[in-house]
């Protein structure tokens, strides 16, 4: 909203409004909501909401506009997805933002049952896409290679020590029955 209205309030920058939120609570981002939502209705007000050039349509761009381009995808197509198709629009919005650095984000939705969904397909093609990188990964496979190596060392000093161990008893034992065999004769 900020970069269609120079002059909006620089606290209700994310950042800045959550800055000393350590752990975002919902309490917390319904508060944020409603601030939003505040100027959003204000600006809803203004007689020439519905022209492109109104701060209400330039925002309503804003936020549609880099959704629209990273999908390539059309709007008839967005508009007419079914509950999977349309959740799996995010993943790429999300890798988007965070090459931008601009992640953590949040995705509001009243439905509690479509945000479960999202989160399950977000997940779904984040585990995913780690299979695949770890699959074709050399840099992944040189460090399981590693960590393997690493626990076949650690195994045979544990081996070694365990014998070392059992070696030291035994000499122990041995040695308190010559002493026992000494004074018994």
Same mark, same amino acid.
């Given at each position: 909203m900020s970069a269609v209205d120079q002059d909006l309030d620089s606290k209700l920058k994310p950042r800045k409004y959550f800055a000393s939120t350590p752990i975002i609570a919902i309490r917390d981002v319904i508060k944020y909501e409603t601030e939003l939502k505040r100027i959003l209705l204000e600006w809803r007000q203004e007689p020439n909401y519905s022209d492109p050039t109104s701060r209400f349509r330039r925002t309503v761009a804003v936020l549609e506009d880099p959704l629209k381009a990273s999908l390539s995808t059309s709007e008839e197509l967005i508009e007419n997805a079914d509950e999977d198709q349309f959740n799996s629009l995010f993943t790429p919005l999300l890798a988007d933002l965070n090459a931008q650095n601009? !992640?953590?984000? $949040? !995705?509001?939705?009243?439905?509690?049952?479509?945000? &479960?969904? !999202?989160?399950?397909? $977000?997940?779904? *093609? !984040? &585990?995913? /896409?780690? *299979?695949?990188?770890?699959? /074709?990964s050399p840099a992944y496979k040189e460090r399981v290679a590693r960590a393997k190596a690493a626990e076949k060392s650690a195994a045979k000093k544990a081996k070694a020590v365990e014998s070392s161990t059992v070696n030291r008893k035994q000499e122990e034992e041995a040695a308190r029955m010559g002493v026992v065999e000494e004074t018994s004769t």
């Open positions: 601009q !992640l953590p984000a $949040i !995705l509001f939705n009243f439905s509690r049952e479509h945000c &479960e969904s !999202l989160g399950k397909r $977000i997940s779904k *093609d !984040l &585990e995913a /896409a780690e *299979d695949k990188w770890r699959r /074709a």
